[in-house]
């Protein structure tokens, strides 16, 4: 919160880690964002939420509580983590759950928050158990104990810290430990947006990159973005340049349906990936049931890429349903990929 804060040592640098910045934390699209609640297009009751604590915690001058957002990547976990800390007039300081190896890594970050900023820790549930540990008493209490030598001789000692609020993102609620979920304080399922407000998005993104797109341009560029701001942003800069170079700079349905298809993304959004992942259940497995890690070895993909990328949204849309023994091709999916649809006489 002040501007005399000492910027973290090397160490603490690293693991606040830009090795591996997606797509929307680049700075061109982070310009992208929203970086305030009333800026921020869809998830009305996650904004209504967080509107609410922040104006009452602001009232009492105390940090808001601890608040983990849920769901899959690119519905905005990140872009709200800023805007809390932005309107709490805070530092925010972005880490991730892979990054924190080591129990220092986390104190190193913890002791160098000022009062009422905002750690914001992603993919929280990849943090090893042994740093998930310091963070327990510094989210109850704001305090790290730490512990010296050992049996008769153990002595422990409390270190104070400032009051912060930790921001967790996950895009698994279920692997996250009880102790951990039981210390956030606000929970929030982050789910996918609609063609409307995603619409609302394209719009606002093109305005902001200063390219013309028309209600047709936007319509369609929302419906091919798998409900999710992070492709409508990505896309529309794809498309920016095709127009750029290809027609006369107006984002029209017509320019989106040319410049999409080079990119390989079909009129439902779907992507290569999410294509091959449907065919390898409908061809390899005869359109299921096929566990996941099965349809990941076939596809020589990570089952992580696949749980948490690929299939949310193919579930949400009706293609794969997901049963006791494994994932099944709908009969919308057999449709969309041009299959004659099976009957199975015994199922
Ligand atoms: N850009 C990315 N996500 C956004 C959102 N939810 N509202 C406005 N602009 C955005």
Redesign the pocket.
């Known amino acids: 919160m002040t501007d005399d804060k000492q910027s973290p040592s090397n160490d603490v640098q690293g693991l606040l880690s830009r090795s591996c910045v997606p797509v929307d934390e680049n700075p061109e699209i982070l310009s992208?964002?929203?970086e305030q609640l009333s800026?921020?297009?869809?998830?009305a009751e996650v904004v209504e939420t967080l509107r609410i604590a922040i104006e009452a915690a602001m009232e009492r001058e105390e940090p808001i509580d601890h608040v983990i957002f849920h769901g899959p990547p690119g519905l905005?976990k990140t872009?709200l983590a800023h805007i809390i800390a932005n309107e709490m007039g805070s530092d925010l300081t972005i880490t991730s759950g892979p990054a924190l190896e080591k129990g220092g890594d986390l104190v190193g970050i913890l002791t160098h928050l000022e009062q009422g900023d905002v750690l914001f820790i992603d993919e929280i549930h990849r943090m090893p158990k042994i740093v998930e540990e310091f963070l327990y008493p510094a989210m109850e209490d704001f305090a790290i104990d730490f512990i010296f030598d050992k049996g008769v001789h153990a002595r422990s000692h409390r270190y104070r810290l400032k009051g912060f609020t930790l921001v967790g993102a996950t895009t698994r609620m279920g692997l996250l430990s009880a102790p951990l979920r039981d210390r956030f304080g606000i929970f929030r399922n982050l789910d996918f947006y609609s063609e409307k407000d995603l619409v609302k998005?394209a719009r606002?993104?093109a305005a902001l990159l200063k390219v013309a797109i028309d209600d047709e341009g936007a319509i369609e560029l929302a419906k091919r973005s798998r409900g999710t701001?992070?492709i409508v942003?990505r896309l529309l800069k794809r498309v920016r340049d095709y127009t750029q170079v290809r027609s006369d700079g107006v984002i029209t349905k017509d320019a989106v349906n040319a410049a999409l298809s080079l990119e390989g993304v079909d009129e439902k959004g779907l992507t290569n990936l999410d294509r091959r992942y449907l065919r390898t259940i409908i061809e390899f497995y005869h359109g299921g049931p096929a566990g996941i890690e099965a349809i990941a070895a076939t596809l020589q993909e990570e089952t992580d890429t696949l749980a948490d990328v690929v299939e949310p949204y193919l579930l949400k849309i009706g293609l794969i349903t997901r049963t006791s023994s494994g994932r099944k091709a709908s009969e919308a999916a057999y449709q969309h990929l041009g299959f004659r649809v099976q009957k199975k006489i015994f199922s």
């Open positions: 992208l964002r929203p800026d921020y297009i869809g998830q905005g872009t998005i606002r993104s701001p992070r942003n």
